[in-house]
């Protein structure tokens, strides 16, 4: 049985407040959402590569490997993409209202990945989040475009979660995320370069100022520091309560979120009544999946 010291427990919801805390820099950051996710992941990619060589890991895998990895960098570049565009067009708060059914989507990924029929549980708590996004739509009205691209980026987050759960059997967490924090950046390359000599004013490629900060607080503490981080804390707790306690991420960054942009942040009380609904479900998926209703 695993024992874990107040340190563990503290550093697990560090990891979790750090993860709730990228869409407040998101908002933050003035350059256009793909830029931010290309200089965001070519400093996570090198940082990625410094460690592996500090810790003498090897990153040779097959030809076949690494265009699985780099195509799955791809997936994650939109869902990030999305996720920087949502707290962009709407609020912060929204933007992780949407994303908090990221659970709902795995539990329906995941039985068509493994051809297994969806258990009542799932469809249950799936409607329950139903419940809860038309809540939101009805009192946020003027947000419903960004509740719908959080939504989706929570979609892809969820896709992305079920493969690498594949590739977990066969490579390690570092080797993963180093080549898929690559494909991410080679996905998004193009793009960016694109609108640059496009040269409208209306996209700011170029991170400028403070932006510079953010940036490198997303790559290295975001991504280098809490990935490391993460695979510590995953040896020392169970599958169980470390699923379990991430699911936090969207009620620390409402949080953070309100106390950084203060009445910008404030929403309607259906908001909050719809958003509590959908937290309810994921924060109780665990549970019942480890009880005998997960059967039926």
Same mark, same amino acid.
């Given at each position: 049985?695993?024992?874990?010291?107040?340190?563990?427990?503290?550093?697990?919801?560090?990891?979790?407040?750090?993860?709730?805390?990228?869409?407040?820099?998101?908002?933050?950051?003035?350059?256009?959402?793909?830029?931010?996710?290309?200089?965001?992941?070519?400093?996570?990619?090198?940082?990625?590569?410094?460690?592996?060589?500090?810790?003498?890991?090897?990153?040779?895998?097959?030809?076949?490997?690494?265009?699985?990895?780099?195509?799955?960098?791809?997936?994650?570049?939109?869902?990030?993409?999305?996720?920087?565009?949502?707290?962009?067009?709407?609020?912060?708060?929204?933007?992780?209202?949407?994303?908090?059914?990221?659970?709902?989507?795995?539990?329906?990924?995941?039985?068509?990945?493994?051809?297994?029929?969806?258990?009542?549980?799932?469809?249950?708590?799936?409607?329950?989040?139903?419940?809860?996004?038309?809540?939101?739509?009805?009192?946020?009205?003027?947000?419903?475009?960004?509740?719908?691209?959080?939504?989706?980026?929570?979609?892809? =987050?969820?896709?992305?979660?079920?493969?690498? =759960?594949?590739?977990?059997?066969?490579?390690?967490?570092?080797?993963?995320?180093?080549?898929?924090?690559?494909?991410?950046?080679?996905?998004?390359?193009?793009?960016?370069?694109?609108?640059?000599?496009?040269?409208?004013?209306?996209?700011?490629?170029?991170?400028?100022?403070?932006?510079?900060?953010?940036?490198?607080?997303?790559?290295?503490?975001?991504?280098?520091?809490?990935?490391?981080?993460?695979?510590?804390?995953?040896?020392?707790?169970?599958?169980?309560?470390?699923?379990?306690?991430?699911?936090?991420?969207?009620?620390?960054?409402?949080?953070?979120?309100?106390?950084?942009?203060?009445?910008?942040?404030?929403?309607?009380?259906?908001?909050?009544?719809?958003?509590?609904?959908?937290?309810? =479900?994921?924060?109780?998926?665990?549970?019942?999946?480890?009880?005998?209703? =997960?059967?039926?």
């Amino acid at each position: 049985m695993k024992t874990n010291s107040i340190k563990d427990y503290f550093q697990l919801h560090l990891v979790v407040l750090i993860a709730g805390f990228t869409a407040i820099l998101g908002a933050l950051i003035s350059a256009h959402s793909l830029s931010v996710v290309f200089f965001r992941t070519l400093l996570a990619s090198g940082g990625l590569f410094i460690y592996l060589y500090l810790k003498n890991v090897s990153i040779k895998v097959s030809t076949k490997a690494t265009w699985q990895l780099l195509a799955t960098g791809g997936i994650i570049a939109l869902h990030w993409f999305t996720f920087f565009y949502a707290a962009k067009i709407s609020t912060v708060a929204i933007c992780l209202a949407g994303f908090s059914t990221g659970s709902l989507w795995t539990s329906l990924l995941e039985p068509i990945w493994d051809k297994r029929k969806i258990r009542v549980i799932e469809v249950g708590l799936g409607l329950m989040v139903i419940v809860g996004l038309y809540l939101i739509f009805l009192f946020e009205v003027n947000h419903i475009l960004g509740l719908f691209v959080g939504v989706f980026s929570a979609f892809l =987050s969820a896709l992305f979660s079920v493969i690498n =759960s594949r590739f977990a059997k066969h490579h390690s967490p570092q080797i993963i995320t180093f080549y898929e924090m690559l494909g991410a950046t080679i996905f998004t390359f193009l793009p960016v370069v694109y609108l640059f000599f496009e040269g409208s004013v209306d996209f700011k490629i170029i991170p400028q100022g403070l932006d510079w900060l953010w940036i490198l607080i997303l790559a290295l503490v975001c991504t280098v520091y809490a990935f490391a981080e993460g695979v510590e804390l995953i040896r020392k707790f169970s599958a169980f309560t470390f699923n379990l306690t991430l699911n936090l991420e969207p009620v620390y960054g409402i949080i953070l979120a309100y106390l950084i942009f203060g009445e910008k942040e404030q929403m309607t009380t259906g908001f909050y009544a719809g958003t509590f609904i959908i937290l309810a =479900s994921v924060l109780v998926y665990p549970l019942l999946k480890k009880s005998k209703f =997960s059967k039926n």
